[in-house]
Structure formats: structure tokens, C-alpha cells
């Protein structure tokens, strides 16, 4: 049994060296790394489709109140279709353009559902429902938590991007696995903001506002803004 063993443990010891070795090569760093940056980007999806199916409640609200804003309701309703129908697949998220065309959709719908907030300024009576209120303080909800989101996958982005670019990982990220740096979400200070609603200068249902409470408003609104 002895003679055995020690037959076996110089081939027992390269057996260890091999693995440590590789080990420090990204065999083990690079695909948790990757993995990490996929389940981020599954939270950025969540909450993408938790505002997506957001939107068709609110167009309906507001179109009791306000049926004359087809096109800001139309814009919303063409931007959730636009957003909804680019899907990315967790390969995809090491392609620009495919990244870019998924980023755009969902920009335009972050601007029609900014442009929303026009209507409720201008329909007090839209205000005083209370389910519309509901609506907006859960899309408000959930622009921020898409925030949150995608400032955490791009953290796990930059923590895979540079596992894969450095020693001695990058050896295993291109011999083992091909690596490709993945995609982050691009600084955009008005696709990165939730639209915000002001209900302060708006007055009560019923009643008609005058010159300065236009002027008010105008101002409060490009305040928001």
C-alpha cells in the first residue's frame, strides 16, 4: 500500500500543481465573473418588464380623462411595443449593436412616459383618480429600481471586463472560454432618470387656472425638468 502511494504521489502532485495552476488562470475567476453579470442583467430585464406591462394600465387611466392626447398616448403605447419586441439573449450582451438597438427602444419609452407627465399637468381631473395616482407611484417605483438595476449589472460588467483582460485570468478568458468583454449601459443622464410627476401646482378638479398659474406650472415643470 505504501509502495503504492508513493508510486502514485508524483503523479498525485502534478495532478495539484496542474490544478492551482489553472485555477489561477480564470478556469474558475472568469466564469463566475460571467455569471454574476448574467443574473444582474436578469434583474435589469425584470424590471424593464415589470414597466412594460405598467404601461398599458396607465394609457387606459388616462385615456378617460384625456382622450384627446391620442398622440402622447399613442407615442407610449408605440414606445412599450418597440421596447418589448427587442430581446436580449445573455450571448448577445457581448454585441454592440444589438445592446445599442435594446438600449434605444427602451430610451424612447423613457421619454414617451416622460412626455405623460404633460397630460397629468393639464387634466387635473386625471389627478384626483386615485388608481391613476397608484399607477404613477409604482412607475416611479420601478424607473428607480431599474436605475439600481442597471447600475449593478454595469459594476458586474466591469468586474467581468476586467477579469478577462487581466493576468493571470485573461490566459483561461481566451485559451478556455473565448471570453468577449461585455456590453454596459451607456452614461445617459435622460434615459437614466424616472420620469417625476408634480402634483404641487396643480389645482383642485373643477377649477380653471389663471395666467400666473400657468406661468407656476411652466416654471415647475422646466424645474423637473
Not at 442583467?41 to 392626447?69: C, F, M
Given at each position: 500500500?505504501?509502495?503504492?502511494f ?67 398616448l ?9 421596447a ?27 421619454q414617451?412616459?416622460?412626455q ?18 397608484q ?16 447600475r ?19 490566459i ?54
Amino acid at each position: 500500500m505504501v509502495d503504492r502511494f508513493s508510486r502514485n504521489l508524483p503523479r498525485v502532485a502534478i495532478v495539484a500543481a496542474a490544478s492551482i495552476t489553472l485555477a489561477g488562470c480564470g478556469i474558475n475567476s472568469v466564469p463566475t465573473a460571467e455569471e454574476n453579470a448574467k443574473a444582474k442583467w436578469g434583474d435589469v430585464e425584470s424590471q424593464y418588464q415589470r414597466r412594460a406591462d405598467l404601461v398599458p394600465n396607465l394609457v387606459e387611466t388616462a385615456k378617460a380623462a384625456a382622450a384627446s392626447e391620442t398622440t402622447i398616448l399613442t407615442n407610449v403605447t408605440n414606445a412599450r411595443a418597440a421596447a418589448t419586441s427587442i430581446n436580449i439573449r445573455t450571448e448577445d450582451l457581448s454585441d454592440p449593436a444589438t445592446f445599442e438597438k435594446f438600449q434605444n427602444a427602451q430610451n424612447q419609452l423613457t421619454q414617451a412616459l416622460g412626455q405623460l407627465r404633460t397630460v397629468v399637468e393639464n387634466y387635473p381631473q386625471l389627478q384626483s383618480q386615485a388608481r391613476f395616482g397608484q399607477l404613477m407611484d409604482e412607475l416611479a417605483g420601478t424607473e428607480n429600481r431599474i436605475n439600481e438595476a442597471r447600475r449593478d449589472y454595469n459594476v458586474a460588467v466591469q468586474s467581468y471586463n476586467t477579469t478577462i483582460r487581466t493576468f493571470p485570468d485573461a490566459i483561461g478568458a481566451k485559451v478556455f472560454y473565448g471570453a468577449k468583454p461585455l456590453i454596459p449601459f451607456k452614461a445617459d443622464p435622460g434615459a437614466a432618470s424616472a420620469p417625476k410627476v408634480n402634483f404641487d401646482m396643480a389645482p383642485a378638479p373643477g377649477t380653471k387656472r389663471g395666467a400666473n398659474d400657468n406661468a407656476a406650472a411652466a416654471a415647475s415643470s422646466a424645474a423637473a425638468n
